[in-house]
């Protein structure tokens, strides 16, 4: 893999509910945007993901019978008492190590960019993990990476995200034909058998994002008076629509996915179909506001009239 930029961008401002803070393009104060992946959630079918939490909290508490102990004290139907319980779940299922997996992704996902940079590994990299970058630096050999990591808003979704790379590639295209050009690529370092839909979907996203550039809007979020302060600030509309700048030249029917299964010594491509993205995120916007819809059971009305006594 060629490199160019590599440098990460800093993290935007998130509020409460770790969602970004925008300030809009036609101004005024931040507001939150539903980050991407939260945004396409709705279309995607979660009962796999569900008995697998389900299964990893039982272990978890098979394990460490104590837990059980403390959620006998606890009432279900108490609001305090109900995140009590949805905090000892959590850590059920962390001693299960349902976490494990996401935290050797993050791991893989920073050493990758050591071999972007073209960086030797830090030392003290386990074996297995030099050859899962071998097989990394292999397949990837044919991109230039030209950027990673980039803040993107889509206001038509009122999203907002990170996407991992913009790669630059010349060679054939799914069909077999010649294509060159910019591609928003995606590290995964899970099985891709599920959630396929779900990735067209964050890549056709990111595509037709705008970057916006938060550093314009400087704050310190560790300074709780200082950011209270900035969320109220209004911000000129023309102040703000320089923060925003076209995502130049990226594909909008064809991203890009590096898979590399944490450990498998393993790395395959895959492109994936933005239009079919695209069309699915649009899906997921009309069912969001129908999510919204109120009026859909009413009270009961007695057919029984009532008339005044004479």
């Not at 401002?13 to 980050?35: N, Q, S, Y």
């Not at 993050?106 to 050591?114: G, I, M, N, V």
Request: glycine share 8%; net charge neutral.
């Amino acid at each position: 893999m060629n490199i160019v930029d590599l440098t990460p961008e800093p993290t935007v401002p998130r509020d409460g509910w770790d969602r970004p803070l925008v300030v809009p393009k036609e101004g005024g104060k931040p507001v939150p945007l539903t980050r991407t992946t939260t945004f396409i959630d709705c279309i995607e079918d979660k009962s796999a993901l569900s008995d697998w939490k389900s299964r990893n909290t039982l272990i978890g508490a098979a394990r460490r019978p104590g837990l059980l102990d403390v959620v006998r004290q606890l009432d279900p139907e108490d609001p305090a008492d109900k995140r009590r319980l949805n905090q000892l779940a959590d850590q059920a299922q962390d001693i299960a190590g349902a976490n494990v997996k996401r935290e050797k992704g993050t791991h893989l996902h920073t050493l990758s960019e050591y071999v972007d940079r073209g960086e030797p590994l830090p030392a003290g990299t386990s074996v297995r993990d030099q050859l899962d970058m071998a097989a990394y630096l292999t397949e990837t050999s044919a991109f230039t990476v030209r950027a990673v990591e980039r803040f993107v808003v889509v206001p038509e979704l009122r999203t907002g995200g990170t996407f991992d790379r913009t790669l630059e590639y010349s060679g054939p295209d799914p069909d077999g034909n010649h294509i060159e050009g910019l591609f928003i690529g995606d590290l995964k370092t899970g099985a891709t058998k599920y959630g396929r839909l779900k990735m067209a979907m964050q890549l056709a996203v990111y595509s037709r994002g705008e970057v916006y550039d938060y550093t314009r809007f400087p704050v310190d979020v560790a300074d709780k008076k200082a950011f209270a302060a900035w969320k109220k600030r209004e911000v000129p509309a023309e102040e703000a629509a320089v923060a925003y700048a076209p995502l130049p030249g990226v594909s909008q029917k064809w991203g890009i996915i590096i898979n590399l299964p944490a450990g498998s010594g393993q790395c395959t491509l895959h492109w994936v179909d933005l239009e079919i993205g695209w069309a699915a995120a649009r899906l997921a916007l009309e069912i969001r506001a129908t999510r919204a819809l109120k009026g859909a059971m009413l009270p009961w009305v007695s057919g029984v009239t009532q008339t005044n006594a004479a």
